[in-house]
């Protein structure tokens, strides 16, 4: 049983940075299915930033609890729960109802519209959990359930990823460092598109082949370095027009994950370049439970740690947000 009877938690009352305050509420008991956790730590992503400004375009209830990223410890759980028991440490999947193969429709993103983490004690239905892995402290494990899992599901579960391919990677974030190391672990090679020099020795230590500047011609630089050939996978993380200049460094046959829209909401593309390439664009929304159970066994097996930035104590968020849009190399965490 719990020791708390209370727990806290940032809610909104209305869109916009100004609204976020901190409120403490009773505990609720876990009903049928539900698990009651703990929370250890709040990995922040991109997504928080723009769901506390205007919900990205969503309409739900208020007050509502951003974060969607947590690992912690199952101190309830209600009736006919059989997958988790007290005393689990786990991570929540970031698709509440998403299991396996095709996304159902009823799936329900945590962290607006669905259930907030940025809190002290979250409730969730049990299925919206995995185990979390053995070898990392829960700072670590809150990094699986979007930047870990993103990673994975383009290039090992959808991307079929082999040794000796190649891979590029857009940016330094949670994301793509996650691919960096992916790509390393599956035996291929990672090349790194950066808009920062001073993070080109870093990105080298974590396993990346080569940093290329964004304002040279990387197309040409990553069709030289793969002798013509071009890179097997892209993580596309910028979009707009950068997806366009991603086309000229693809091999024949190849993939392009599309992730972030850093660059904008609207792509630009090459039709040519799409369609003499044989090019399979692919757009990744996470990924689904059974693929995360997939991920923290390659992390335990690997003995993969995740890259973290900085982390924050929970009063201290607006400040871990500010450092979240200045951008970091790695993931910003929240400890509860």
């Given at each position: 049983?719990?020791?708390?009877?209370?727990?806290?938690?940032?809610?909104?009352?209305?869109?916009?940075?100004?609204?976020?305050?901190?409120?403490?509420?009773?505990?609720?008991?876990?009903?049928?299915?539900?698990?009651?956790?703990?929370?250890?730590?709040?990995?922040?992503?991109?997504?928080?930033?723009?769901?506390?400004?205007?919900?990205?375009?969503?309409?739900?209830?208020?007050?509502?609890?951003?974060?969607?990223?947590?690992?912690?410890?199952?101190?309830?759980?209600?009736?006919?729960?059989?997958?988790?028991?007290?005393?689990?440490?786990?991570?929540?999947?970031?698709?509440?109802?998403?299991?396996?193969?095709?996304?159902?429709?009823?799936?329900?993103?945590?962290?607006?519209?669905?259930?907030?983490?940025?809190?002290?004690?979250?409730?969730?239905?049990?299925?919206?959990?995995?185990?979390?892995?053995?070898?990392?402290?829960?700072?670590?494990?809150?990094?699986?359930?979007?930047?870990?899992?993103?990673?994975?599901?383009?290039?090992?579960?959808?991307?079929?990823?082999?040794?000796?391919?190649?891979?590029?990677?857009?940016?330094?974030?949670?994301?793509?460092?996650?691919?960096?190391?992916?790509?390393?672990?599956?035996?291929?090679?990672?090349?790194?598109?950066?808009?920062?020099?001073?993070?080109?020795?870093?990105?080298?230590?974590?396993?990346?082949?080569?940093?290329?500047?964004?304002?040279?011609?990387?197309?040409?630089?990553?069709?030289?370095?793969?002798?013509?050939?071009?890179?097997?996978?892209?993580?596309?993380?910028?979009?707009?027009?950068?997806?366009?200049?991603?086309?000229?460094?693809?091999?024949?046959?190849?993939?392009?994950?599309?992730?972030?829209?850093?660059?904008?909401?609207?792509?630009?593309?090459?039709?040519?370049?799409?369609?003499?390439?044989?090019?399979?664009?692919?757009?990744?929304?996470?990924?689904?439970?059974?693929?995360?159970?997939?991920?923290?066994?390659?992390?335990?097996?690997?003995?993969?740690?995740?890259?973290?930035?900085?982390?924050?104590?929970?009063?201290?968020?607006?400040?871990?947000?500010?450092?979240?849009?200045?951008g970091a190399f790695g993931k910003i965490v929240v400890?509860?």
């Amino acid at each position: 049983m719990q020791a708390s009877r209370t727990l806290r938690r940032w809610q909104l009352s209305s869109f916009g940075r100004e609204q976020l305050e901190q409120v403490e509420l009773r505990l609720p008991t876990p009903g049928p299915g539900q698990i009651l956790v703990e929370v250890g730590a709040v990995s922040l992503n991109y997504r928080d930033l723009l769901m506390i400004r205007d919900g990205m375009g969503m309409t739900f209830d208020m007050p509502f609890t951003p974060g969607s990223d947590m690992a912690g410890t199952v101190v309830a759980a209600g009736p006919g729960v059989q997958r988790l028991a007290v005393g689990d440490r786990v991570v929540n999947t970031f698709w509440g109802g998403w299991i396996d193969s095709h996304w159902p429709a009823e799936a329900v993103p945590m962290g607006g519209p669905g259930p907030g983490m940025l809190a002290s004690h979250v409730l969730i239905d049990a299925a919206w959990a995995v185990a979390a892995p053995a070898t990392l402290d829960f700072a670590q494990a809150s990094t699986l359930p979007c930047a870990g899992l993103t990673a994975w599901f383009a290039l090992a579960e959808t991307g079929a990823l082999r040794p000796g391919q190649t891979v590029l990677v857009h940016g330094t974030g949670g994301v793509a460092l996650f691919g960096v190391q992916l790509a390393r672990l599956h035996g291929a090679r990672a090349i790194v598109v950066s808009g920062s020099e001073d993070k080109r020795a870093q990105t080298l230590a974590l396993g990346a082949t080569e940093v290329l500047m964004r304002e040279g011609d990387w197309p040409a630089e990553v069709r030289r370095l793969t002798q013509g050939r071009g890179a097997d996978h892209v993580l596309e993380l910028a979009s707009g027009p950068n997806l366009d200049r991603s086309l000229q460094a693809v091999a024949q046959g190849g993939r392009v994950s599309i992730i972030g829209m850093l660059g904008g909401e609207t792509l630009s593309a090459s039709y040519y370049a799409m369609v003499l390439g044989r090019i399979t664009v692919q757009g990744i929304g996470v990924g689904h439970r059974r693929a995360l159970e997939d991920l923290v066994r390659a992390v335990d097996v690997n003995a993969l740690e995740p890259v973290i930035a900085a982390q924050y104590a929970f009063d201290a968020l607006p400040d871990a947000l500010d450092h979240l849009a200045r951008g970091a190399f790695g993931k910003i965490v929240v400890t509860p």
